[in-house]
């Protein structure tokens, strides 16, 4: 076909219309979910008025909420002693919310923030398995997420003369770390405050599958894990060096984003604000007004 001398060729367009060879589109996967808060469903009014140990407990644990303040002591409320019918009832009420925290050991503890942030679920098991203690906790962070998080803790050692092949910048941030630590430890012997965290983002540094697995190897990991789901998930991991933390974000395709270390008692992005804790005891009055 012409047109003026100029030939003009039909081309054809559109899905399927070209060879792709050995050539195959791989499209980034979309994001398939995002956990959010939910609005716990709710006992009928009739059917909590019928509980009274849940009602108490209900004002026991609004009280504690309006009084706490970050930084001071927790408050625990057990549940062992309630009856299997208000026990039922509160686990309506907190439901369960986007934090949770296992805390391995003989007696391993597996604690879950409820949908009202701060006020936290601590099971403890036997070696068998058998429930033990069943608390209701009103912190930032649970007491024993703290106490328990470095007791496996050793003294950061390596031979810089005798490195794995492959391994090219983990020495020296394990260098970065020994002295990190040693700063945090001589302010934790003081008694003075640490303000900001110390923090070595790896997604910045040419590392290595060697490297990763040789500074996993020195640090070690420690006994607990915290996974706070949102937009993706943020998995923090205490190691065995003194106040050394492993904070990885992933996207909602569990896609590692951001992988950090932070020097510090407790990552910020594990604990409650005080703005949180403030919300939940508004929220908390509210379902009051409503079931009670």
């Known amino acids: 076909m012409e047109n003026n001398g100029i030939p003009l060729v039909n081309v054809p367009m559109g899905p399927g219309s070209q060879d792709e060879g050995d050539m195959v589109l791989d499209y980034m996967k ?15 009014a009739e059917t909590v008025a ?3 140990q849940a009602i108490a407990l209900m004002d026991v644990l609004q009280r504690s ?10 408050h625990k409320i057990t549940l062992n002693a ?6 039922e009832i509160m686990n309506q009420i907190l439901g369960e919310g986007e934090v949770s925290i296992s805390i391995a050991g ?3 503890v597996k604690t879950q923030e409820t949908v009202l942030a701060g006020v ?3 099971r403890r098991f036997s070696e068998s398995g058998e429930l033990i203690d069943d608390i209701i906790e009103i912190a930032d962070v649970p007491q024993l997420a703290s106490l328990n998080a470095f007791s496996t803790q050793h003294e950061l050692k390596f031979d810089a003369d005798n490195i794995p092949a492959g391994v090219l910048n983990a020495p020296s941030v394990l260098v970065e770390i020994q002295e990190a630590s040693a700063q945090y430890r001589q302010a934790q012997m003081e008694g003075v405050a640490i303000e900001f965290a110390h923090v070595i983002n ?3 540094l040419p590392f290595s599958p060697q490297d990763h697995a040789f500074l996993s190897q020195v640090t070690g990991t420690g006994p607990v894990t915290i996974l706070s789901r949102g937009y993706g998930n ?3 991991t205490s190691t065995q060096i003194e106040g050394l933390w492993r904070v990885q974000y992933f996207n909602s395709t569990d896609q590692l984003i951001l992988d950090t270390l932070e020097i510090t008692e407790m990552p910020l992005v594990a604990c409650a604000a005080q703005e949180d804790l403030d919300d939940s005891s508004e929220r908390l009055k509210e379902i009051r007004e409503v079931l009670i």
């Open 30 to 44: 979309m994001p398939s979910e995002m956990a959010s808060y939910d609005i716990p469903i709710l006992p009928e």
């Open 50 to 52: 019928e509980y009274p």
């Open 65 to 74: 909420l309006d009084s706490y303040q970050v930084g001071s002591e927790t």
């Open 82 to 87: 309630l009856g299997e019918g208000d026990l």
């Open 106 to 108: 003989i007696q391993p």
């Open 120 to 122: 936290w679920r601590l």
């Open 202 to 204: 790896l997604s910045l």
């Open 234 to 236: 943020c998995r923090i």
